[in-house]
């Protein structure tokens, strides 16, 4: 059985996380009307991608997964999105990407490549742990932005995955190299990807979204420009078919 998930392209105002929540809170509930069960915000959707001040983190449980949580309630889904979460051992945030249940339960992966050439590195702390977690018999592995890249991540999890999630704030300079990232990383793992990437301008670099939904066969789903929101239903069944129809993956060394 399917879940249906939703993507919300969105733009974002610089380190006011008020005005994104009044922001966000009608999208979502668009989202919501349209039979989301998940909902799946960007990369620091609260901030932005603010990576040059010591004060942008909040505590875990804080502002940002609070909203996360009102949401879920209120419109009974699943939601996630990233935001920066401290933990009481350093002063230096996670780049931490939560989800959030109805039932009030939260979920937290720590986003393990901070991306050094951006200086992420330098105010947020990298994480350590891989993540998977099932909701209604949907296999889902959580992964944010820079972690992209890093193929070996993916490999591992992929045998117990049924979609990747991918928050992002990815600048519009490199968006080919996020588009065809994305869509290698479904084809290779035979998995569905979900990319959600923000659009507008921030901290001196603008964004232009590309936000997109690939099956594990490699078919895209992609989003109109500006603010927009995109659905698809994730079936685990889909999974199990292309990977025994295709079995690429048992001859991975």
Not at 130 to 148: A, E, G, H, Q
Not at 219 to 233: F, P, Q
Request: a negative charge; hydrophobic letters at 40%.
């Amino acid at each position: 059985m399917g879940m249906k998930f939703a993507a919300i392209q969105h733009d974002i105002v610089w380190c006011d996380r008020e005005a994104n929540f009044s922001h966000l809170s009608p999208l979502i509930a668009q989202a919501a009307e349209h039979g989301a069960q998940f909902v799946l915000l960007s990369e620091m959707f609260s901030t932005g991608f603010v990576v040059d001040r010591h004060d942008i983190g909040e505590p875990v449980g804080g502002a940002s997964s609070q909203f996360l949580s009102r949401m879920a309630a209120q419109h009974n889904i699943h939601i996630g999105g990233s935001c920066p979460e401290i933990e009481p051992d350093d002063i230096r945030p996670f780049n931490s990407f939560v989800v959030a249940s109805p039932n009030g339960t939260q979920q937290r992966y720590h986003k393990i490549h901070p991306f050094t050439y951006g200086g992420e590195d330098t105010y947020f702390r990298a994480g350590d742990q891989l993540m998977t977690i099932t909701i209604n018999n949907i296999r889902i592995s959580l992964f944010v932005c820079y972690d992209l890249r890093f193929s070996n991540e993916f490999w591992p999890l992929a045998p117990d995955t049924d979609v990747y999630l991918v928050p992002a704030n990815w600048p519009a300079s490199r968006r080919e190299h996020w588009m065809s990232l994305l869509l290698a990383r479904a084809i290779e793992n035979q998995a569905y990807v979900i990319g959600c990437n923000r659009v507008g301008s921030g901290g001196g670099l603008d964004y232009v979204g590309d936000s997109r939904i690939v099956s594990p066969i490699g078919d895209e789903l992609i989003a109109s420009s500006g603010e927009s929101i995109i659905y698809a239903d994730i079936d685990p069944e889909v999974v199990r078919s292309v990977r025994d129809s295709f079995p690429f993956m048992q001859d991975r060394r």
